[in-house]
């Protein structure tokens, strides 16, 4: 299986300031034939399901606000918050689906200083 | 609009089974694969396995091997997730989650809202 791995587990972000995530996997989720990380972002608010944030790793979901960014390719990936607002305040989520099982990292939780 | 409905939230004894059910609706059924992922309080998403609604072909993650089945109506576009045996440890919400291709390799685009399952006696 393909464990990911985020870090940090927490952090706490002055509103309007930024916030970076990092995501590492065990082995690269880069696809040679066709050069796409298969590499996703979520974020979670209590009591509601995952939300696609960022899917192939650097492309921004319809509707997403564009202080979200993805960057990263082969093993190491980042999520980025330009300019933290209240409502993103949630726990963040990377998934890998180059492979089955399809797996998550632990999850890295933002919120306000 | 897109949508993935799931059933109501279920308390189960241990050693009893579970069905948590999916209804789709805003695009065709058939041409996305649904994966279930759960959620135990506090913890992480795990991924339990998926199912192709046009064959009927399944995957199962190794941990649910022997205990989940997962199976599809495609003329009321539902997807179901039976979950036997469960134990204490089962508790979690329980989420159906549509691939945004007809493969397994997509990613999720699209969440049901989730079904909590108790297990207690």
């Known amino acids: 299986d393909i464990v990911m791995t985020q870090s940090p587990d927490s952090l706490a972000v002055s509103l309007g300031e930024g916030a970076t995530i990092n995501c590492k996997s065990s082995?690269?989720?880069?696809?040679?034939?066709?050069?796409?990380?298969?590499l996703a972002w979520y974020q979670q608010k209590p009591g509601q399901p995952p939300k696609l944030l960022i899917y192939?790793?650097?492309t921004r979901e319809s509707g997403v606000p564009d202080r979200f960014s993805g960057s990263g390719s082969g093993t190491d990936f980042t999520l980025t918050i330009s300019s933290l607002q209240a409502e993103d305040v949630a726990v963040y989520y990377c998934q890998q689906y180059y492979d089955t099982p399809l797996t998550f990292g632990q999850g890295t939780r933002v919120e306000i200083k | 609009q897109l949508q993935l409905v799931q059933s109501g939230a279920e308390v189960k004894k241990p050693g009893a089974s579970v069905r948590v059910s999916c209804k789709t609706s805003g695009y065709t059924f058939t041409g996305h694969y649904i994966h279930w992922v759960r959620q135990a309080p506090g913890q992480g998403l795990e991924w339990m396995g998926g199912?192709?609604?046009?064959?009927?072909?399944?995957k199962y993650a190794q941990k649910f091997q022997g205990r989940v089945t997962m199976t599809r109506d495609t003329i009321i576009s539902t997807a179901y997730m039976d979950l036997s045996r469960l134990r204490s440890d089962d508790a979690a919400v329980y989420y159906c989650?549509?691939?945004?291709?007809?493969?397994?390799?997509?990613?999720?685009?699209?969440w049901g809202q989730g079904t909590l399952v108790t297990v207690s006696s």
């Open positions: 082995q690269s989720v880069l696809y040679g034939s066709n050069n796409k990380n298969y």
């Open positions: 989650a549509r691939d945004s291709t007809n493969t397994w390799y997509g990613g999720v685009d699209y």
């Open positions: 199912i192709n609604p046009n064959s009927g072909d399944t």
């Open positions: 192939w790793a650097s």
